[in-house]
Nanobody, 127 residues
Framework: QVQLVESGGGLVQAGGSLRLSCAASRRTFSNYGMGWFRQAPGKEREFVAAITWNGKSTYYTDSVKGRFTISRDNAKNTVYLQMNSLEPEDTAVYYC????????????????????WGQGTQVTVSS
């Protein structure tokens, strides 16, 4: 069993920044790709960003490219999401997730390919 614990959410004005963290309990965290997803009220959970197990490849949904950065520190079993130039449309509960296959060379945007999820952290951007 793997536990993922997100932190760093909060209330911020448009144009501001937040950094989300996701700490994993698994010792083999470094073997798996990680992703960030978000879910706004009344909407489906959507992909935001992902990073491969070794950090060499990342991918972002179009709406956050150039504003968000995903990174990981395998020594700390932690993945981060740096969010800059936040917009009201970024308001959502943000979830981190761990991939279901080790050592994948490519990232995945598909929720079905992530089998462990955190509890979520609320991000609210005011206009």
């Amino acid at each position: 069993q793997v536990q993922l614990v997100e932190s760093g959410g909060g209330l911020v004005q448009a144009g501001g920044s937040l950094r989300l963290s996701c700490a994993a309990s698994r010792r083999t965290f470094s073997n798996y790709g990680m992703g960030w997803f978000r879910q706004a009220p009344g909407k489906e959970r959507e992909f935001v960003a992902a990073i491969t197990w070794n950090g060499k490849s990342t991918y972002y949904t179009d709406s956050v490219k150039g504003r968000f950065t995903i990174s990981r520190d395998n020594a700390k079993n932690t993945v981060y999401l740096q969010m800059n130039s936040l917009e009201p449309e970024d308001t959502a509960v943000y979830y981190c997730a761990a991939g279901n296959r080790p050592f994948r060379a490519v990232v995945s945007t598909n929720r079905e390919e992530y089998n462990y999820w955190g509890q979520g952290t609320q991000v609210t951007v005011s206009s």
